[in-house]
C-alpha cells in the first residue's frame, strides 16, 4: 500500500516481516468454552474466501484476531478478507519484530506519509506483559518520537485523522493505521443450515445475507412460473444466488417450475385467496425440499404490511401449511431500509433488472389481506397436495451459482 514503511531488521535477526491483515474478531469472543469451534469456522471460510487469489497465504490466530498474510498483494487481502461474516473489523498492518528500536522506526515511517498538518494519535495495546514498556508509556514514547522526526503533524487525542493502533505481542508487534469494517455476526454455518426462497425482487436477497450473518449457510429456492412465463426470473435468480455466495461457501440454487400447480390452484378457485395459496404451497414444497439438503429452517424476505400477502393472518396462514421453522429477518424492516441493505450487499443492481414474477402470475387484482384456513383447506382438498408436491421436487433443476456456467435458457411457451 502506498505509505508503508520499509521494516528494518533488528539487530542480529532476519527481516521476515512485512505487510499483513489484522482480522478483529466478532461476537464470538462472547462465546465460553467452544470458542474454538467458531474460531475455527471462522478460518475455514476465510481459507475459502482466499481460493483463486494468486499466490501463498498464511493464517495465524492471536488474542480475538486473526492475522492473515501471503506473497499477494494487501489489498487482494484486504478485499478477500472484508467478504467474510464474523469479522468486526479488517485492518492492514506491518509486522515487525517487538523490539522498542524497530516498533519506533517503523511508527515514524508510517507516519511520515501522512499528510502535513493532519492530527494523529497513537494507540498502544501491550498484549505481552515482559514488554519493557507499559501500554501508556509505549503510546507516549512512539508520539514524542514522531513529532520529534515528522514536525509537519500534530498530536489530536480527541478527533484526529490518523489512529496508529500498536499491538505488541511477545514475538512481534503490529502496527495499523487504516480501520475498515468488517461483517460481524457470526461465522456462517455456525448456527446451521437454511432455505432461502429467492424471488428476483429486493427483500428475499437481504434476508438472504442476515441470515448468513447468523450463522446460517444457505441454500436457495426459486420458483418460476414456467411454463407460462419467460426464464428471465431464473436468470435474476441465479446472478443473486452468485452474488450472496461472495459471503459462504456457494450454496446451491434449485429451480421449480410453479406454473401448472399455480393454474390447479385457480381452476379449483382459489380466487382472492391464490396469492396465499400458492405461498402455502411453496413453503410446502420447500419444508419438503429442505428436509432432502439438510437445512432446518426457511428463510423469506417477508416484511410485516409491505403487500397484501404480508399481512399479520396472512403469514401465520402461510406459516400453518410450512413443516419447517419460517425465519424472516426482515419482518420489521421497513422498504427504503431494505433497498438501502441491497445496495450495501451488491444486490440492488441485480434487482432492478426486469424479469416476470411468478406471483403475479394468475394473481386476482385484489387479494386478500384475512385469509381463513378453513377456505385455504378448502381449496387445497380440491387437489391431492402430496402429489402435486412431489411432481413439482421431481423437476426441480438444481445449480450451483458461481461455480458452474451460466444456465441456458430454456424453451418456454409465451406468457398467457
Known sequence: MSGEPRVPAARGTTPAYGPCVLLKHGEIFLKGHNRHRFTERLHDNLRLALRGIGGSTWIKTAQNVTVLGGQVPQEALVERARRVIGFNSVEPAVRVPSTLEVITRAAVEAMAARPAGSGFAVRAKRRDKQFPLKSSQLAGHLGARILEEVPALRVDLTRPDTVLAVEVDRKETYLSWTRHPGLTGLPVGSSGRALVLLSGGYDSPVAAHRAMRRGLACDFVHFSGAPYTNPSSVYKAYALARELNRYQPPGRLHVIALGKAQKQLAVAGAGRLQVVAQRRLMVRTASELAGRI?????????????????????????????????????????????????????????????????????????????????????????????????????????????????????SCPAPV
Open 294 to 410: 439438510g437445512a432446518e429452517a426457511l428463510v423469506t424476505g417477508d416484511s410485516l404490511g409491505q403487500v397484501a400477502s404480508q399481512t399479520l393472518a396472512n403469514l401465520a396462514a402461510v406459516d400453518e401449511a410450512a413443516g419447517r421453522l419460517v425465519l424472516r429477518p426482515l419482518i420489521g424492516w421497513e422498504k427504503q431500509e431494505i433497498i438501502d441493505a441491497a445496495r450495501a450487499i451488491g444486490t440492488a443492481d441485480i434487482s432492478v433488472l426486469p424479469d416476470e414474477d411468478c406471483c403475479q402470475l394468475l394473481a386476482p387484482p385484489r387479494a386478500t389481506t384475512r385469509a381463513g384456513l378453513p377456505q385455504l383447506r378448502a381449496v387445497e382438498r380440491r387437489l391431492d397436495l402430496d402429489e402435486v408436491t412431489q411432481e413439482l421436487l421431481a423437476g426441480v433443476q438444481v445449480m450451483r451459482p458461481g461455480e458452474d456456467a451460466v444456465p441456458a435458457a430454456p
